[in-house]
């Protein structure tokens, strides 16, 4: 079963690179580049390192399903308000 | 004042700083986080290539003494070049400093390798045997074949862990 993420985005939105946040939660920078990609699934520990140093729940950072969007999720967060 | 005579140890021990291998064994033992050690995709199929040219050499021809000597030199070269694939290849760092993805992939690469091998071993034992009996094979030529298959595992021992592990390891975009 795929495992989607979206770590390049948070990591983008914080502008730390991948070698900051792998020092942060105790990695190879090259780990953190393969979990991006989708070529590792992380261990339950790691995926909630990881978000807990963007400050999300983990269900925020990883999911069984595509992602939508930013652009869909920015359009619908307009529209609720 | 007289300057003191360079005893043979003092040469020796010159001669192995310029190879330049004390240099980098320092440079493992510290262990420094810039070291590379990056994916080797061929260099250890060629090795790997290299001993099975061997090995079916040593099963079609029969046994002569240069090709003994040939044999016992590929040996030495093999057996040197070996280690540094493997300390220069994405397993060659000390596995206390692995994550959990390195330590998984240091595990799959070394399960791969000997399965493969106790699984070559098997199969190879029954087929060398039936071939001895078969073409009546000599003292010589069973030796010269087992210096072969000896080899060719120490080669695919040494080689192929860092092989798997380099073919699971794609390349990443520079960020």
Redesign the interface.
């Known amino acids: 079963m795929s495992l989607y993420n979206r770590i390049s985005v948070f990591r983008a939105e914080q502008g730390i690179s991948r070698r900051q946040l792998a020092d942060a939660v105790g990695v190879n920078h090259q780990t953190i580049g393969y979990l991006e990609r989708g070529d590792y699934k992380p261990s339950l520990e790691l995926a909630l390192k990881i978000a807990r140093h963007f400050g999300v729940a983990v269900e925020m950072l990883f999911s069984f399903e595509r992602f939508e969007p930013i652009a869909m999720t920015f359009k619908r967060a307009g529209e609720d308000e | 004042m007289k300057t003191p005579r360079r005893n043979i140890l003092a040469i020796l021990d010159n001669a192995v700083r310029w190879t330049g291998i004390p240099a980098r064994v320092a440079d493992d033992m510290s262990g420094a986080p810039d070291r590379k050690h990056r994916p080797l995709r061929w260099i250890p199929i060629w090795m790997i290539a290299f001993s099975c040219t061997l090995f079916i050499l040593s099963l079609a021809w029969p046994p002569a003494l240069d090709m003994v000597a040939i044999t016992v030199s590929f040996m030495g070269s093999i057996a040197a070049i070996a280690p540094g694939i493997h300390i220069c290849g994405p397993l060659g760092k000390s596995s206390l400093e692995d ?4 330590a998984a992939l240091r595990k799959d690469s070394f399960l791969f390798c000997f399965g493969l091998l106790t699984l070559l071993n098997c199969v190879g034992q029954l087929l060398l045997m039936s071939l001895s009996h078969l073409q009546n094979w000599q003292t010589a030529q069973s030796v010269f074949v087992a210096a072969s298959a000896f080899m060719l595992n120490l080669t695919l021992f040494g080689c192929l862990p860092t092989l798997y592990a380099s073919w699971n ?2 390349q ?1 975009p520079k ?1």
């Open positions: 994550d959990e993805r390195e390891m794609p990443l960020e």
